[in-house]
């Protein structure tokens, strides 16, 4: 493959960890990983030589701009998940990052938004602007901004589903760090029936095709969106494949309504946000036409919820 100059913002978080590691280890790509804190990034960059590290922040990305005009791919993964800065981060300084970059030189933007956006057709959800956190309001609002760029042609759009990842030299995802919580209550949750279902994708995954994508961009003519994710499982399914990793068995299963949860709600007087009462009604947060490694013929690391459990470090039972 022809050598490219790949500028990678977020390097030192969960998803940027493995997408830099990636790239380090089987590219020969230049690389320059964007970090606050260069301690926080703890794959070898020194694994061989075309690998700058430059400490920096996304609020003061104006710095790199002479750089920036050089770039030949830029993956985008920097976010904010709360406070002041939120939506200057997650929307004006991603927007004037990618105003940086030079249309005619830079072959493609990798930016990294969030299933969380879209609807069950992979359409912007409309409740997600209304009411969705500031991450997801923040998320869908630059969705909407960067229709406007120069670049636009050359943004390619992906969006994770839920998202696993970390071990003892990659910070944890959010999904990942519950996981010793559910099987905390694993003996409860065994006998509840719950009618959901969702995708997820590990970090090593997402990281598999983000490379691909690098190394064959999308054409004029073929889709620059993309939504991640392992194939669709509903609540039930993995709550019995848990379970029988556990060893644990399920004699019966009682039906956990939406009925009833809304009258536990209001009896106990339990405070919900409009975004999470939403979330709760609508349930099923599955999508169209989702890709994961095995889209492109690659290899999947983390397809199934018994791959989730073994990679995590769980112990299965008898």
Known sequence: ??????????????????????????????????????????????????????????????????????????????????????????????????????????????????????????????????????YIRSKYDCLHQIEKLAIYPKITTVFPTLVLGGDAKKPYSHLTSGIPEVIKYSNLIRFLQVDGSFHFIHGRDIATVVQYLIDYPPQEDEPHRFVFGQSQLNVEQAIAEVCAYLGKKIYFRVPLSLALANLIIAVFRIQMAAWDRFCMNYRHFTYDNIINPTSFDLPNYCATMTDVLKISGVKGGN
């Open 1 to 134: 493959m022809t050598q490219k100059r790949i500028f990678v913002t977020g390097a030192s978080g969960c998803i940027g960890h493995y997408i830099s590691e990636a790239l380090i280890q089987q590219t020969n790509h230049e690389l320059y990983l964007l970090v606050r804190n260069p301690s926080k990034l703890q794959v070898d960059t020194q694994a061989r030589s075309g690998v700058t590290v430059l400490q920096g922040d996304m609020q003061n990305i104006s710095q790199f701009a002479e750089l920036l005009a050089t770039i030949d791919t830029a993956v985008l993964t920097a976010t904010s998940w709360g406070g002041d800065r939120i939506f200057d981060i997650n929307v004006l300084k991603t927007l004037e990052l990618m105003n940086l970059l030079d249309p005619e030189k830079c072959e493609q933007v990798i930016y990294f938004s969030t299933a969380s956006v879209l609807d069950r057709h992979n359409q912007p959800l409309k409740e997600a602007g209304q009411i969705g956190t500031d």
